[in-house]
């Protein structure tokens, strides 16, 4: 299986700041990957996929980047909207189970 | 595009637990959709489980396998899953989403449903 890994695992940030959370792969997923937000009792909302292209409807402060085994999410100007755990997510059909990494929790400073 | 869980919220330990989502606003049968099961529990992380396709194929995770099984009605515009010999770490919230493919593959899901709290206790 893909092992999927996220640092750092809780972030405290304050509105307006430049936030960057990582995510790694145990293997090449090539552009694989999607990001999802998701708050307290909700489901996960999808922000980014193919690593880097913004799903309709999400603010373009949420960017993506990377490819093979290194991505990241970037926020670029925290909103208070955006305290919420991020998850990222593998999809390579030739290598499923497609998992999920531990999250990311997003908190006030 | 919605997706909407439905089953019991509790279950027997060593029991099935049995979901089903009905999907509305888009067709079930869209070459460019899957359909999956995702759980969650409580105070943790996302856990795959299986996707299907209109056409009955299937993709597991290994890890469950053994004690899931996951179907379609195209004519009624809903998937189901059932999972087998229940025990206390499966209580968890479970979602149905769309995973939608591209380039004749698997990709994001871009859709969920709002979860089902699934609790296995006697």
């Known amino acids: 299986d893909i092992q999927m890994t996220q640092s750092p695992s809780t972030l405290s940030a304050s509105v307006g700041d430049r936030v960057t959370i990582t995510c790694r792969a145990s293997?090449?997923?090539?552009?694989?990957l999607a990001w999802y937000q998701q708050k307290p009792g909700k489901a996960p909302k999808l922000l980014i996929y193919?690593?880097?292209s913004l799903e309709s409807g999400v603010p373009s402060r949420f960017s993506g980047g990377g490819s093979g085994t290194e991505f990241t999410l970037t926020i670029s100007s925290l909103q208070p909207d955006d305290f919420a755990t991020y998850y990222c997510?593998?999809?390579?059909?030739?290598?499923?189970?497609?998992?999920f990494g531990p999250g990311t929790k997003v908190d006030i400073k | 595009l919605q997706l909407q869980e439905s089953g019991p919220g509790l279950v027997i330990p060593s029991e099935t637990l049995s979901l089903t989502c009905s999907v509305s606003?888009?067709?079930?049968?869209?070459?460019?959709?899957?359909w999956g099961w995702i759980r969650q529990p409580p105070g943790e992380g996302l856990e795959w489980i299986a996707n299907?396709?209109?056409?009955?194929?299937?993709y597991y995770n290994p890890s469950l396998k053994s004690r899931i099984s996951i179907s379609v009605d195209t004519s009624k515009s809903r998937f189901s899953l059932k999972l087998s010999s229940v025990t206390a770490a499966d209580t968890a919230v479970y979602y149905c989403?769309?995973?939608?493919?591209?380039?004749?593959?698997?990709?994001?899901?871009?859709?969920w449903g709002q979860g089902i709290l699934v609790t296995v206790s006697s």
């Open positions: 989403a769309r995973q939608r493919a591209r380039d004749q593959r698997l990709a994001d899901f871009d859709s």
């Open positions: 997510q593998h999809y390579n059909t030739y290598s499923p189970p497609f998992t």
């Open positions: 293997q090449s997923i090539s552009n694989w």
């Open positions: 299907i396709y209109y056409s009955g194929s299937t």
């Open positions: 606003g888009d067709s079930i049968t869209s070459p460019f959709s899957y």
């Open positions: 193919d690593a880097s």
